[in-house]
């Protein structure tokens, strides 16, 4: 079964600071990736996606995300935030070819951005 | 417009009573989703359907029914509703494996 670990809850950081969001994803079988931003009282956003190809995948709003094979992770990253980007970050996963087509979600980071 | 629509967007009922979550999307994706919303378990998958007629379950499927007779609705009945199921419901649709398309949610609340 796949599985995906957030594994921080909140991450606090200064407005023009570099931030990373960590993801690891577990799966026996080749999956598709994704990142989605929630911003407060909102629906979910699609920020970038891995489905096959480069492993530097670039998203909206100034994120990108690498995939690491071997280290089964898919960290999201930022140059420079700001107040605006605070939010609620989800990692989830797919199956490669699968017939369920389900989203397996991780936990979320909130990501807090202070002046 | 064209989307993904869900209604109503906040509902309070009373424990016991049944509740329908309505989600209807304009783009005639074959693959529909149900997830709830929780603090501490982020989305969990309740019930997915691959077509019309076709519906299996998720992760937390006790205590909701669906049906989709039609490609474009996909509609979720709590048919009893508990506290526990005081959540964000979010609709969601894809026509491939390579992209899902969410609803804005509907806030449910059970007194």
Not at chain 1, 11 to 17: G, L
Not at chain 1, 39 to 67: C, D, M, R, W
Not at chain 2, 57 to 69: I, N, Q
Request: aromatic share 12%; with cysteine.
């Amino acid at each position: 079964a796949q599985s995906v670990t957030q594994l921080d809850s909140q991450v606090p950081v200064f407005e023009e600071a570099p931030v990373e969001l960590r993801c690891n994803y577990s799966s026996s079988v080749s999956v598709y990736l994704f990142w989605y931003v929630q911003y407060p009282n909102q629906g979910l956003q699609l920020l970038l996606k891995y489905l096959s190809g480069s492993t530097l995948v670039k998203g909206i709003n100034g994120f990108e995300a690498e995939f690491n094979k071997s280290q089964t992770s898919f960290h999201l990253r930022k140059p420079s935030v700001h107040i605006s980007d605070t939010a609620e970050y989800f990692c989830a996963v797919s199956l490669y070819g699968g017939s369920q087509g389900n989203l397996i979600f991780g936990k979320g980071t909130k990501l807090s951005v202070k002046p | 417009d064209a989307g993904i629509t869900q209604s109503p967007r906040y509902k309070i009922t009373e424990t016991g009573r049944q509740v329908t979550l309505m989600c209807h999307q304009t783009w005639s994706h074959s693959y529909m989703f149900w997830y709830r919303q929780d603090l501490g378990h982020g989305l969990r998958l309740i019930y997915y359907s691959a077509a019309a007629d076709i519906t299996d379950k998720g992760e937390v499927p006790d205590g909701y029914v669906v049906s989709r007779s039609k490609t474009e609705n996909f509609p979720l009945t709590l048919e009893s509703a508990t506290r526990s199921q005081t959540s964000v419901y979010f609709c969601a649709s894809s026509e491939s494996l390579g992209g899902w398309d969410f609803g804005p949610g509907t806030r449910l609340t059970v007194t």
